[in-house]
């Protein structure tokens, strides 16, 4: 079991977390070891992984999924711990990698209980990298779960502002979503193999069964789709984000708006189309107008918000409805693009809530109208933002205009009236993007200084700039070469091309 | 003369309903153990008569009363001590005394 | 030619930028702008050479039978969207982009030297240094894509090089806002680019300009007939890639951002603001030139929308009284010249020739001659800025005794603005006006008023700076000219502008590599000059001398003298839109909605559980009579339920 | 009479042998020395029948007649009550010491140890005379138990509601089997009435005799409506009476509903009583999760926490097949150790300090950081958040649920799921009060007694563990399977 190394993306959290079990409670420099070594360990091995798995796909091997494994878990359930990876979790799997290690520095002076900070910190990250290795639906449910109910506690004890209240809402909502969608795997399970055959959990016997008639395939959908979506920030569903982002602590900000909100997307993508190719088909057009609106209506909102991070809590609302949209795009292209969006939103936004958090660690406040002229206090951290920013507006050289672009692009391709107009609203969202990022970026880094008392602030520390300048490089990184992210993934769509085509 | 069934049945199906009743208006514990009483008599009566009645041949609705009258004396006494208790504690009876834990 | 000096020409210019963007903190000024210069005067001699090379050395790569090829000199694939649809990112090498190879790194080379005395004593000069690479980087990337996408790429990468010089002086909330202007209004126009490229690529399957343009009628095929509301899918393409153009161009109606931007530094706005980005519209029509022919509707469209600006600009600019304000205008109104100019090209025989190629040689020739002549306008205003440190010409008047080289250089790029022969404009606008009275009467007559009017803001302009009056403040703080590093551009300039217009440009760019021998028109000419010469002649009378005429004129239309002066309220309508309809109206609605409703309805769905809760819990009343009521009547609730759903 | 089939009582008689035991040693005894050691005594012994059990196979007979069956299924649950019930002496052990409550402890051990019996009697009878012998023994000493602590009068207002609705849903359930008997044909062996109650035979009658025994046992299991008495006992009752109400007598009644519907009135399952119990449990969970909303005191809050888990329960019994029953069997052992888990903290709290008050706990992590990790654990356990084993028992059972295909079962799991929310809710209450609130903590910092802490490392284990390691399920699995015969599910 443990010679597969995609098992050691759960191994290492665990172990990180009993690393930290042992730590005492002040024992700050051991917890910091811990957190480093684990962070640094799991980049490693993201990084390993994605090169064994590029020299696989450039042998030749083409299956489905690769480095898998199964054990028997529940027997009597068929439930196996399944994974294996494609380029998408490959990827995925990176993302999570890079922003857990910015995370960890960027929450290096972290009070009160840092050791359980870290504790439910890792929880989290078990968590999300469970789902991304995951190809088993019940073990991936379960490893969805646990990420989100760190959160809890996560902003809760750690969190600023009306934090009980957000904190609560957050988790309500989310497990709300995910009642939505254990009903709907629930139902994909037994309706997993052709009658009398032994149903499984495991998705690609599932896509390979085939066996989900039409009916069941439009419940089941629905129901899936809405469970992932309320973690993709869909339209109606979205409002624990707002609040969620603007009270949780800057780590935390940052892996939840740059990992977990990832999961919704790539759920609905690995289950709820995949799976149901039929129902995809038929479908998509409700989810379309609904990620529609969240793309429009998030940036519409975010331009009137005067919160940073209430501002970029609706950007992300803006740009995970993007994700959904282009998975509903049902084609190559458009899928690419979503894969990429996903990428470029959670290295861009995990950037944007670590600059935040640290603007908000030295001012105390992030109401924009409260500062202004920061570019010239903190020159370092306002041009991580500029960047970030022109990274979120779609920026060439950044990675938020590839993904776009990509999207834009493959939505395109559908050529009925629907698609068109759905796609021309979705790309007038960059420019009510530009709107509210250069609003923000005039307010609160150019101009007069606001505040006097922020003339005697500080510019980044070491490890502020070590976490920042991780997620730049990342970013310029697939803005300037995207191709290459293309190429990894792109084996991975075939099957679901085909499920999609098979099912019309 | 036959009696039918029916005429043991709604007798029992009275007692049923008294003891309930007299269970939800009473304002007397034993008064309302005496109301439990009746209701498990209705049942009792219910089982000999079908076993008389439907079954004739056969023993287990008789033993099953017997077995029954047996647990509701021992119902009756433990609840006699428990009334007794609460009796030493709060001086009477009255059940409208006992509802302090609520909602 | 090999790839080397081509890649060479794209990567000394971004090095720099990160050189001196990462690295600048750490030099002294000094350090900076020498190297930002010498990165530049490389990546001139390099465009010089590549230039010289496609243009002269007759090699059979570039021309082939007296045709000038379109060579590819390297094309990657930088990201694949599907198995065709491949962004690509090259090099290619044709007339107009060699000339804009030209123009570009000129006037920036000359732009970085001038910056290296106007802006010594400001803050954040590495900075500047930083983005003016960046901003060369980019123009640079734009004119030489092979593809639409890749021009679309660089297209909003000088829109942020743009964004970031305009706001240079980032203490000033007017630079502030300018920036954001500049950068929300173009982008607003890219919106239609992408879209236009989205409806072009998805028929024509292709990004390629080479692969487009050869065969523009097999793409109008692969539309298939294909319209939206009553115009063919192409021309909708057509227009809205066009609309794009609008928006860097500072075309009607987008025009409002490019008078905010001259709050940048006033080299920037003589490099991006008046020589290169600006005339990104021009090229962008250019280089597709001939998929706009195949549908001429869209044409027509670049015809009126250049007319109508130009006429608008020109009489704004008669109003105004920030001497870059306007040098703005005129410079709308200049580029709105070469759209019209593009406009009546097509291909439509008129007495059995072929008109085509002389407004297209026409509108690149003024474009080449435009940016000698702005630029040269524009840095001497910045040396007039820079002397008396204001941009309102009332702190001016009577300069011509202090800075006798401005003077000289100023009056020189205001002839060639004006079309006086022998100075370059002159024969740029004379085939751009052969070309406009050979298209249609109506085109030449409005046009030539146009150039009319030009020569009339252009003196008046130079009389109030130069002559009119002298400013008191002189006596305390006298103006002088510029250290060398500021005039050695104006001078070189200046001397372009006078010798440009005797390049025989029509042998080396025309649309479509065939030579084309320029004769000058005489009767087009003369009307030309004509014109010219009266508009010079009343700006004399009025403005040479401080006079009561100007207030006489003034007072005679005071309404459409203020309307013209308030530039007929383009700022005001946005305003109005943005702020008052967009952000109050549909932002601050749907904040609400947000807040109030869909919120609402998340804690109105917890308020229930709780209201609930409390409501029900007279249901554990503590009565032992009401728990054993509850639990019968439950009881039998059930099977009286059960009983009545089965029968 | 054949005395050997007594020999196939195996768990009964372990637990009769220790009651003796306790009970001699109770009697001989001095005060003294009684304090010292009938406590050890009897966890030890306790402790060992409970392995004894765990390691004697099940004979798999069937005795009298039919009326009694030791198979694994019912060795499994009997397995599985002894361990809570093993926990429960360990976390009372402080409070049996108590002044108050040392020199009666002996009948404490002894009458639980009965009850336990009846409880054995209830899950093994396969006659109705043996289930209400069992049923009866189970419920009369508890009335007595929950009486325990005599100087406090909630104790009696407790144990007068207790005894007053246990005899009349007694009664109830006598009339309802009184009806049940006319169904019969002469037997009440659940194998002979499993023959005379067919789809044919329904009738107004049975349904109503259907609905007394559902409200007869929904009464032990606390379901709604029949619920009412189980807050103010539980908030009344001892804390260790308490814990053991909430699991045990829960438990056992759960895997007896399930034996008797599924054995007897199999054949009317999708006639009568699925719609029965898809009404009562929708109204369990559902009214249990908002009257847990506003509670403040623990013991009552956990009152209705439980009231709700049953529902959760007793989706097994909707199952109704052998997935069903191995569902039921793993959730009641998780809802054991995460329950307890819960009430180890209360009651170790209570016996510290006293207090009950969920603010109370605000900030306890400040002073007894061990207490707040354990009481986190269990509160997302019976929350259902993973890798906690609450996870797998709720999955588990719903994946039986839903197994049987039908769409209305697949809304009574969404029901379910979405009434987890709400549960998620008070039990984050807890959580937040422990660890977000900004109070100064009112509990002050102390050590444990050392049964408290042993009883919470085994919970803590269990949470832990139990979803983790697939063994538990699959045993239950596995007894269940090889008890099939004697199930012999009809007509589902």
Redesign the interface.
Known sequence: MFTNILIWFVVIPVIMMIGLGLCRNSGMKAIRAVMVVGSTALLALAIWLCVQFLQLRAAGVDDEMLFTGSWLWYAPLNIHLAVGVDGISVLMLMLSAIIVFAGTFASWKITPLPKNFFLWFCLLSTGVFGFFISIDMFTMFMFYEVALIPMYLLIGVWGTGRKEYSAMKLTLMLMGGSAFLMLGLLGIYWHSAPEGGQCTWNILEISHNASIDASWQYMLFCFTFVGFGVLGAMFPFHTWSPDGHACAPTAVSMLHAGVLMKLGGYGCFRIAIFLLPQAANELAWIFIILTGISIVYGAFSACVQTDLKYINAYSSVSHCGMVLFAILMLNTTAMTGAILQMLSHGLMTALFFALIGMIYGRTHTRDIRQMGGLMKIMPYLGVCYMIAGFASLGLPGLSGFVAEMTIFFGSFQNADLFHRVFVICATASIVITAVYILRVVGKLLLGPVQDKHHLELTDATWWERFSTVTLIVCIAGIGCFPNWINETIQHSFVPIINAIQAAV | MDLSMLWYLVPSVVM?AC??YG???RKN?IA??IS?EL??N???L??VV??RY??P??M??M??TL??IA?AA???A??I???I??YR??GATD??I?????? | MGITLPILILAIPVAMFLILGIGGVFMSRKTAGVLGILGMGTTMTLAYIVAFTYFFSGSPEFIVEGVRQQVQLFDVTWLAFTQKLVVNIGFILDPISAMMLVVITTISFMVHLYSWGYMEHEPGFQRYYAFLSLFSFSMLGLVVATNIFQMYIFWELVGVSSYLLIGFFYKLPSAVSASKKAFIVTRFADLGFLIGILVLSYYSESFNFITLTHNPESVLMSTGGATFMGCSALTWAMVLIFVGGMGKSAMMPLHIWLPDAMEGPTPVSALIHAATMVVAGVYLVARMFPLYCVVDASLTFVTCVGAITAFYAAVVACTQLDIKRVLAFSTISQIAFMMVSLGVAYDRPIEGIHYTGLGYMAGMFHLFTHAMFKALLFLGAGALIHAVHSNNYTKMGGLRKYMPITHLTFLIGCLAIAGIWPFSGFFSKDEMLAAMFANHWFWGAWMTMVAGLTAFYMFRLYYLIFWWDENPEYAEHRPHDAPWQMSVPLIFLAAVSCVAGFIPFGELVTWNGEPYHIHIEGAVAATSLTVAVLAIALATVMYRKKNEWPARVKNMWPGLWTAAYHRFYWDEIYMFITHKIIFGGICRSIAWFDRHVIDGAMNGMAWITQKTSFAIRGMQSGQIQAYVLWYFLGALLLAAVTWLALI | MDYSQFGAMIPELIVLGIFLVVFFADLIAGDKSRKCFLTPLTTVLFALGTVAIWVIPASGETVFGGMYVNDSATNAIKAILNIGVFIVFLQSAKWVESDEVAIRKGEFYELLLVTLFGMYLMVSARHFLLFIIGLESASLPLAAMVAFNKNHYESHEAAVKYIMTAVFSSAILLVGLSFVYAFSGGSLYFQDLAVTIQTGSMSGLLIVALAFVIAGLGFKLSLVPFHLWTADVYQGAPTAITSYLSVISKGSAAFAFFIIFTQCFGSVYSDAWEWMLYAVIIATITVGNLFAIRQKNMKRFMAFSSISQAGYIMLGAMAADTLGLASMIFYIFVYIVSNLGAFAVISTIENQTGRLSMDDYNGLHKTNPWLSFAMTLAMFSLAGIPPFAGFFSKILIFTSVTGTGSMALYMLVLIALINTIISLYYYLLVVKAIWISPEAPKVESFRSDCGSRIALWICVAGIVFFGLVPYIYQYCVSSVEASAGFLSMFGV
């Open positions: 049923l003891g309930v269970f939800v208006t514990l309302i153990l439990l209701i498990l209705s049942a009792d219910n089982f079908f076993n439907l079954f041949d056969m287990e609705g033993v099953f077995f029954s647990i021992a119902e009756t433990v609840a001590a428990i009334i208790n609460v504690a709060v059940i409208n006992v509802n302090k834990m609520k909602h």
